[in-house]
Nanobody, 126 residues
Framework: QVQLVESGGGLVQAGGSLRLSCQAT????????MGWFRQAPGKEREIVAG????????SYADSVKGRFTISKDNAKNAVYLQMNSLKPDDTAVYYC???????????????????WGQGTQVTVSS
């Protein structure tokens, strides 16, 4: 069984930065595309950023381009989300997800993901 555990969320003022981390555990886990999603109260879950198996390709939601950076360390089974210039609209629960094993490219569709973390709250005050 694979488990994804996020960390790094918290309360930050607008304009500040946070770095989210996601650690994958489980004997069956091997490198796959990874993604960060978020869900704000009353809104649907949305893709924030995705990264390919190799880490060479990335994709971002238009709302975070130029401010967020996704990266991964396959040796550590970890994925990260560096969030800069945070805005109140970024307030949400952030989820890490790992794609199904037959994918290698960046995935944006939640249905392409197999395992999900429990989420970490990010709150940006104005």
């Amino acid at each position: 069984q694979v488990q994804l555990v996020e960390s790094g969320g918290g309360l930050v003022q607008a304009g500040g930065s946070l770095r989210l981390s996601c650690q994958a555990t489980g004997r069956t886990f091997s490198p796959v595309p990874m993604g960060w999603f978020r869900q704000a109260p009353g809104k649907e879950r949305e893709i924030v950023a995705g990264i390919s198996t190799s880490g060479f390709s990335t994709s971002y939601a238009d709302s975070v381009k130029g401010r967020f950076t996704i990266s991964k360390d396959n040796a550590k089974n970890a994925v990260y989300l560096q969030m800069n210039s945070l805005k109140p609209d970024d307030t949400a629960v952030y989820y890490c997800a790992s794609a199904r094993p037959y994918y290698n490219t960046v995935r944006r569709d939640p249905s392409d993901y197999q395992y999900w973390g429990q989420g970490t709250q990010v709150t940006v005050s104005s």
